[in-house]
């Protein structure tokens, strides 16, 4: 699943960061906001799947393209909120339209009752990794303990064991 997501984000990106000069988290963010308007920085952060410095970024790139604004909220002054502005969301809907055909190239050779299989396959893999992140990665595998690593040796500073 990596595999052909990394090919398709790749193709893909050629297309929106030439056309608008966005990055592949701007890009996240971009359709994060676009599918669920005003979402604090920490949800955009989990809901694409980035860290909080890529979205930082993501978000001062769209701003700065003039694709989204950020405001405090009307119920709670502390909380920013981020949205698309129209030229936000024309991007949106023009890179989506070559993400559909993309999709409809991917699946073209792939029967109705097959596709319906395997959207259900995803979305169970989908949940299945929701749960998982939920347990953690130690609880997922008894295998990782949470102790430390052996030393390895000529391994110096401040990394190593003392």
């Known amino acids: 699943m990596f595999i052909v997501a990394a090919r398709v984000a790749e193709l893909l ?3 929106y960061s030439r056309r608008y000069g ?9 359709a994060v906001i676009g599918d669920r308007p005003g979402m604090s920085a920490r949800e955009i952060q989990h809901a694409a799947g980035l860290d909080q410095f890529a979205v930082s970024r993501a978000i001062g790139l ?3 393209l003039s694709f989204a604004d ?7 002054r502390r909380r920013a ?5 129209a030229l936000g969301r024309e991007a949106l809907d023009s890179i989506s339209r070559v993400a559909l ?8 050779d792939i029967p109705p009752k097959e596709r319906a ?3 259900k396959l995803l979305a169970r893999i989908d949940s299945a990794s929701l749960a998982l992140t939920a347990r953690g990665l130690i609880a997922a595998s008894p295998d990782i303990q949470a102790k430390r690593p052996p030393s390895v040796k000529g391994r110096t500073g401040a990394g190593a064991n003392q």
């Open 117 to 119: 299989d395997l959207d």
């Open 62 to 64: 769209l701003r700065k």
């Open 101 to 108: 055909h993309i999709e409809q190239e991917l699946l073209a």
């Open 13 to 15: 990106s050629l297309h």
């Open 70 to 76: 950020r405001s405090n909220s009307d119920r709670d």
């Open 81 to 85: 909120e981020v949205v698309l502005t």
């Open 22 to 30: 966005l990055s592949q988290a701007a890009w996240r963010v971009l």
